[in-house]
């Protein structure tokens, strides 16, 4: 089932998305309003000591450094889940006004889109407050809930207007998709077979949070150093959220680079004249000059942008024939004549595709449709599991020397390979690794690790090494066997998908594995 008509609730104005905010109360857990609703609240006289909570998603991008500990006793699933929980009770009520009785929650598949920087357990945090929310149950089979890349997802929906873009056969075309915290990036290749069109990877995916939530924060910064001197009786929070709103939905859409931008001010309590020369305030209406928001607002972020589109394109050799503007941000008229200055002399077509700030979500529905439209993705880390291997003298540091259970020197804690960075893997290729147990008959425990160095890492305590999780191999009955006999089984492991999985085949009889991804 898709639903892309759904009613936005309470929203004032025309943007299709609503913004991701919870509003809870004083020291409470409990989610009260969402979205603009929550928004709203904040400006009212009742509400002024509750909390707004907003850009928690940041809190998934272990690449940014530490994060403050949410309010309330909070945990970022929990904020997640929330907001889903109350965004999927909305869906339902939907659904139920345009289906009828026709309509049970079972026939819906969900697709969540997710940033491509995103780690393994960022991922498998998004699945657990999905769960936490209701959307899906323990017992529910995979694919009722798929997690699909945002750049991948707008890639879907790109790849839909390549016709119209003459875009063909051997072509590539990157996709920026640039939204409120994220900015992600990857480069698809075009093969038009027999079957019809796929798209497949060829770069390493890579984004940073440099999103448009970055400009607020700077127009604020810059607003509160405007006003600072308002010491005795100044804004009130209810004026913040109005003049951010002004910036929001007003100013940062439409900004060129050239124009003065006009921001008209609420009023302020204890204020009957609202100028002030110094900051460019004359009859409530502050000029901020285009050179000053250039500057100060939207250059450091629009950098940002423009390093991720170069290192993409160095990926590629510079053989990319488009670049696909997409997301909330990637409609900005400065982001695009900045990325057309920068890069017009390199790639032939720079667009923002129609209705570009929807291309993730229209992308992710068209992939529970047409799953097998992205054929094969380029893998950003090494991916490997714990193995004994031959000890190397020369190579191997003393203390990893061990007999194995038939006396043979091993080095123990060696990275087995499944997968390197850069690497195209089908979405369902299948990589195996045949290993050895002596636990028979209790389940093997099967750590899953991860690196990012550049070099293969040798042992799994190697540095920039990180255990992503457990996969747990239950061990069939084998007739005659004892305790302790020698069980040879093969790993098989796919990486093509957005989420990896796996399975085992353990004397001839394949059983699944169930993974538990690493804090």
Request: with cysteine; aromatic share 10%; net charge neutral.
């Amino acid at each position: 089932m898709v639903l892309w008509g759904l009613s936005r609730p309470k929203q004032s104005h025309n943007y299709p998305k609503v913004p991701t905010c919870n509003l809870y109360g004083p020291g409470s857990k409990d989610i009260l309003e969402w979205g603009y609703p929550a928004k709203i609240a904040m400006t009212k006289p009742p509400f002024k000591n509750h909390i707004l909570l907003s850009k928690y998603k940041l809190h998934l991008d272990e690449s940014s450094g530490p994060h403050p500990p949410l309010p309330n006793g909070l945990t970022v699933v929990d904020a997640i889940s929330d907001y889903l929980r109350v965004f999927h009770a909305h869906v339902l009520q939907s659904a139920l006004r345009g289906f009828g009785s026709a309509f049970e929650q079972r026939h819906i598949q969900y697709c969540l889109s997710v940033p491509a920087m995103w780690t393994d357990h960022a991922k498998s945090m998004m699945r657990q407050a999905a769960l936490q929310a209701g959307m899906i149950t323990p017992l529910d089979p995979p694919h009722r809930l798929l997690l699909i890349s945002e750049p991948e997802a707008a890639a879907l929906y790109c790849e839909k207007k390549c016709d119209q873009y003459q875009i063909g056969h051997g072509q590539r075309f990157m996709i920026c998709d640039a939204g409120g915290g994220t900015v992600d990036l990857i480069v698809f290749e075009v093969n038009a077979g027999p079957q019809g069109r796929t798209l497949r990877e060829v770069t390493r995916g890579s984004g940073h949070s440099c999103g448009s939530v970055f400009l607020d924060e700077r127009m604020e910064a810059l607003l509160r150093r405007k006003f600072s001197k308002w010491t005795e009786r100044g804004l009130t929070p209810a004026n913040w959220v109005q003049i951010m709103e002004t910036f929001i939905h007003n100013v940062k859409p439409l900004f060129d680079g050239i124009d003065d931008q006009y921001i008209t001010m609420p009023a302020v309590p204890g204020r009957a004249e609202l100028t002030d020369y110094e900051i460019g305030l004359e009859d409530g209406v502050l000029t901020v000059t285009a050179e000053e928001m250039r500057r100060e607002v939207f250059d450091p972020v629009v950098d940002d942008v423009l390093r991720l589109i170069q290192h993409q394109l160095q990926q590629t050799q510079f053989n990319c024939q488009g670049i696909f503007l997409v997301g909330g941000f990637g409609c900005s008229s400065y982001l695009m004549t900045r990325v057309q200055a920068e890069f017009s002399h390199i790639v032939r077509l720079i667009a923002v595709p129609p209705r570009a700030e929807l291309a993730v979500v229209r992308g992710a529905a068209l992939a529970g449709i047409t799953p097998r439209t992205v054929a094969a993705r380029v893998a950003r880390r090494w991916y490997g599991v714990d193995s004994l291997m031959i000890f190397e003298p020369g190579y191997d540091m003393p203390h990893k020397q061990v007999r194995d259970h038939e006396g043979l020197t091993r080095a123990r804690d060696r990275f087995s390979v499944y997968v390197a960075p850069g690497q195209q893997v089908g979405v369902d290729e299948c990589i195996t690794k045949r290993y050895i147990t002596y636990q028979y008959p209790k389940p093997v425990n099967s750590p899953l690790y991860a690196c990012s160095s550049m070099a293969i890492p040798r042992y799994i305590d190697s540095p920039m090494v990180e255990k992503i999780g457990d996969f747990t191999i239950p061990l069939p009955y084998i007739p005659g066997a004892l305790p302790g006999h020698k069980v040879v089984f093969e790993l098989r492991m796919y990486f093509g998908a957005t989420e990896i999985r796996a399975e085992a085949e353990v004397n001839g009889m394949v059983v699944s594995t169930r993974c538990h991804f690493s804090g």
